[in-house]
């Protein structure tokens, strides 16, 4: 996983972009140098996907540690 992904700015960015179409982000460049814009949709659309699930006032932990 690119450690970047968990800078607070790049965070801000994917909460901020939850309801954005992700495919047209592809289109566009990656407001970080170390991000890709795949990266950076990815995450959006991982990150809305699991906010959808989730139940109301339950606590979201989302893990990027690769299971075994």
Known sequence: MNE???NQEV???ILDHLNTDVLSLLFKESPFPNISTKELAE???AKAKSKKNSRPGSLLLIS???TN
């Open 43 to 45: 995450q959006i659309e």
């Open 11 to 13: 965070q801000r960015y």
């Open 4 to 6: 970047d992904l968990l």
């Open 64 to 66: 990027t540690t690769p």
